[in-house]
């Protein structure tokens, strides 16, 4: 345990920002940031660059369009063209019609307030993931990065721990049994650690890192 306390309290230091937190978005359980997390999940669902996807939800944001009305009242060149300054410029027109449906499909399923489709299930996971997939853009894939990170203020859906998240358990020789795993950290902790195992999963220069800086080195 000791050991993984410091394997741990290494990889939130160096990778413990969580992908919201690095787009702007100050998640609450309020109608506005679960919004923008929606967004956000929605870039980072494609076959792009984490960091493209953030730049790009920061300037859709900067934009003004921070709401599921305001995404729908911008016009689809609007939308590109703010995909464009955060270079998101392979998927930007697909991209940006998905996200004024998907603004329209809020506004018109849940009166954009996600928090209804978080009443509606409970706090039932496989509900949350399921219902989250009607919206364009977001599979499988964009449905648990939207639980990971929404875990952090919808506190029923703890501990959430996906495949990703595994392989950066297994890669620092930590429990991979869902619940050990997420008892390693404070509960409000839970999103950044999600976050930071997702980082090490994806480069094995961070896994080096991560485990030099636990053994002292």
Do not use: N
Request: glycine share 10%; charged share 25%.
């Amino acid at each position: 345990m000791a050991d993984h306390r410091a394997t741990v309290r290494a990889l939130l230091d160096r990778y413990g920002r969580g992908y919201a937190d690095e787009a702007g978005v100050r998640l609450a359980d309020r109608p506005a940031p679960l919004y923008q997390l929606l967004v956000l999940a929605t870039l980072l669902s494609t076959r792009i660059r984490a960091a493209v996807a953030v730049a790009a939800a920061r300037e859709l944001f900067a934009a003004g369009y921070r709401t599921p009305a305001a995404m729908e009242a911008a016009t689809w060149q609007d939308r590109v063209d703010a995909l464009g300054r955060g270079h998101y410029r392979r998927y930007d027109e697909r991209t940006a019609t998905m996200l004024g449906a998907g603004a329209r499909l809020c506004l018109e399923r849940w009166r954009g307030d996600l928090r209804r489709l978080h009443r509606e299930t409970g706090g039932d996971v496989p509900a949350v993931r399921r219902l989250l997939t009607a919206f364009p853009g977001i599979g499988p894939t964009g449905a648990d990065i939207f639980v990971r990170e929404v875990q952090a203020v919808w506190v029923d859906l703890r501990p959430f721990v996906d495949r990703r998240m595994m392989t950066g358990a297994r890669r620092l020789r930590l429990p991979t049994d869902p619940r050990a795993l997420a008892g390693l950290v404070a509960g409000p902790d839970v999103a950044r650690f999600a976050a930071a195992l997702v980082r090490v999963s994806l480069s094995g220069e961070a896994t080096g890192e991560v485990t030099r800086a636990a053994a002292g080195g």
